[in-house]
T-cell receptor, first 116, second 114 residues
């Protein structure tokens, strides 16, 4: 099956720093990538949808200036958490899909962010 | 706005029992429905995907059904094993402002004791 990787898997940073998380589709071209956030014992909440070559579409309540998403190629999307604060500590998961409808999304293993 | 609800939130059973996890969704205009497994601190493992035109899918000891008109799905796990202990997430692909997206329920945390 299709493989999606995320890097790093773990990151600990000081409050105020920016953190970049990479999401890569390893064996297919992802026309669409998604970023989710999951707080402890909560479900995955969609943050934004990213189509290659265009600006990301953010869900209501997600600050686009704080969570910068770049989808520069068909195999790479990045999420940058700018000026991270402790409340940004969470599990961030990306997924990738080829197509624009009901095709299967393939999920990355997630990145755990801890902001001190 | 699509909302997905899963019942129960948690379930504990002895090994060998058959069990059913429930999922409901508010908007029946879905492309598909998926069941995922998530182990603590880990990513998602896709278990079953049911297209909107299908009624059920089976994989090993797992069987998932879909009744789109009533907005319900069930995941049936036969002969449960301690290794089945995990959180099971139900998600539907629905249209949104960006095209389509997966909307998740909060999950059912299953504990199977030996």
């Amino acid at each position: 099956g299709a493989v999606v990787s995320q890097h790093p898997s773990w990151v600990i940073c000081k409050s105020g720093t920016s953190v970049k998380i990479e999401c890569r589709s390893l064996d297919f071209q992802a026309t669409t990538m998604f970023w989710y956030r999951q707080f402890p014992k909560q479900s995955l909440m969609l943050m934004a949808t990213s189509n290659e070559g265009s600006k990301a579409t953010y869900e209501q309540g997600v600050e686009k200036d704080k969570f910068l998403i770049n989808h520069a190629s068909l195999t790479l999307s990045t999420l940058t958490v700018t000026s991270a604060h402790p409340e940004d500590s969470s599990f961030y998961i990306c997924s990738a899909r080829f197509g624009s409808g009901g095709e299967t999304q393939y999920f990355g293993p997630g990145t755990r962010l801890l902001v001190l | 706005k699509q909302e997905v609800t899963q019942i129960p939130a948690a379930l504990s059973v002895p090994e060998g029992e058959n069990l059913v996890l429930n999922c409901s969704f508010t908007d029946s205009a879905i492309y598909n429905l998926q069941w995922f497994r998530q182990d603590p601190g880990k990513g998602l493992t896709s278990l079953l995907l049911i297209q909107s035109s299908q009624r059920e899918q089976t994989s090993g000891r797992l069987n998932a059904s879909l009744d789109k008109s009533s907005g319900r799905s069930t995941l049936y796990i036969a002969a449960s094993q301690p290794g089945d202990s995990a959180t099971y997430l139900c998600a539907v692909t629905s249209a949104n402002q960006a095209g389509t997206a997966l909307i998740f329920g909060k999950g059912t945390t299953l504990s199977v004791s030996s």
